[in-house]
């Protein structure tokens, strides 16, 4: 059905939305703002009568002299966008521009005083922290800050919900002491046998030192003499053994002087020992090489280069011995072809073929 250029009420159709085929584009013929306003209007409520203006002929109650909460209205705002809007005097004395929605809804009833109001904690314990008094807030977050005096003597400002809920309960140093003695319970001097000895005992001999039956002993890695390690050293073996926070490539052993560590073969040796590498070297065959180079008349056969040339197996040596001496199972590549193109195949990749030649 064409509804352009009907008239329904106070509207005239243009013609149909092009956003939405249901929709007709309509001018009202209101004048508001001196000018005739469009808007867009359903078939429906087009044909069966319920929108017959741009809403310029909706009468809305007047709510100056009306009580809101703490609110009274004085006058009428004017608008902002499609809203009414409401100047409202509050009991406190202060004044607010309120849409009527919000007024009409209860969804607004102070000029905003009763949320400011915030209760005095002055005095207050939460903790170890004693609030001496309220604070400027210096950051860009919303509540109140309380100027608070540490029982280690420090002073920090800190938002009124955090002591309240107890999220805070010192100026951090609380904290440092309770992640220290997570680490090394003890303290730096010596490790907790109690802490320790269940986590270790698995991979290392573990006992009570006689002259201090809180801390644990172990045996040095070396000299397999008993000593005591301090806290930060029972945590690395814990790290090493557990592999946890991470921890990567790290000495966990347990020494017990600097000396074992030096004379120690495998201190700090990952893979192998000290001063020992293993043999990677692999089988060779140069008069095959050659074979190879001559009949591809030495040039990579991938991308023609003479220089630096490689002969590369199809059968690895250690895969077949015997077919890879075969001239055919050959073919000359550079060096860069080698290693780029041939042994990026699956199959021929380093991780596929671990120490076996190709």
Same mark, same amino acid.
């Given at each position: ?7 329904? %009420? ?6 149909r ?8 584009? @309509? ?29 310029? *002929?909706?009468?809305? *109650?007047?709510?100056? %002299? ?26 406190? %004395? ?6 009527r ?14 949320? +400011? ?13 004693k ?12 509540g ?9 003597? *420090? ?30 319970? $003890? %303290? ?5 046998y109690?802490?320790?000895?269940p ?7 573990? +006992? ?11 045996? @040095? ?11 930060? /050293? ?28 030096? /004379?120690?073969?495998?201190?700090? /040796? ?11 070297? +692999? ?16 040039? @990579? ?14 059968? $690895? ?31 021929? +990749?380093?991780?596929?073929?671990q120490?076996q030649?190709?």
């Amino acid at each position: 059905m064409d509804l352009t250029d009907r008239t329904f %009420g106070y509207l005239t159709v243009k013609n149909r939305s092009l956003l939405n085929k249901y929709k007709w584009d @309509c001018v009202c013929d209101c004048g508001r703002d001196n000018c005739l306003k469009s808007v867009t209007i359903s078939t429906g409520n087009l044909n069966n009568g319920m929108t017959k203006s741009c809403g310029c *002929k909706v009468k809305f *109650k007047d709510l100056t %002299g009306k009580r809101f909460g703490n609110l009274t209205v004085i006058e009428k705002a004017g608008h902002k966008g499609k809203a009414i809007t409401y100047h409202c005097l509050c009991d406190c %004395g202060g004044e607010k521009v309120i849409s009527r929605n919000h007024l009409a809804m209860g969804k607004t009833k102070t000029c905003g005083c009763t949320i +400011r109001k915030v209760k005095d904690l002055t005095g207050q314990r939460f903790g170890r922290l004693k609030v001496l008094e309220r604070t400027e807030n210096l950051t860009k977050t919303r509540g109140a800050y309380w100027l608070c005096m540490c029982d280690c003597g *420090k002073e920090k400002a800190i938002k009124a919900a955090s002591l309240k809920s107890e999220a805070t309960v010192s100026c951090g140093c609380y904290g440092k002491k309770a992640r220290f003695e997570a680490v090394s319970i $003890g %303290g730096p001097d010596f490790a907790s046998y109690d802490v320790y000895a269940p986590v270790l005992s698995f991979a290392e001999k573990v +006992r009570r030192d006689p002259e201090n039956k809180k801390a644990v002993q172990v045996k @040095c890695s070396f000299c397999n003499e008993w000593f005591s390690p301090s806290g930060s /050293q029972a945590y690395r073996r814990k790290i090493g053994l557990y592999a946890i926070l991470g921890s990567g490539i790290s000495e966990g052993r347990f020494y017990c002087s600097d000396g074992c560590k030096t /004379q120690c073969p495998v201190y700090y /040796q990952i893979s192998y020992p000290k001063d020992f590498k293993p043999d990677h070297a +692999r089988p060779s065959q140069p008069e095959w090489r050659d074979l190879v180079l001559t009949r591809d008349n030495n040039e @990579c056969q991938l991308c023609g280069s003479t220089e630096d040339l490689h002969a590369h197996h199809f059968e $690895g040596i250690e895969l077949n011995p015997i077919e890879s001496a075969d001239v055919d199972n050959g073919i000359t590549l550079c060096k860069n072809c080698h290693i780029t193109i041939a042994h990026d195949q699956e199959g021929c +990749r380093p991780v596929d073929l671990q120490r076996q030649a190709c």
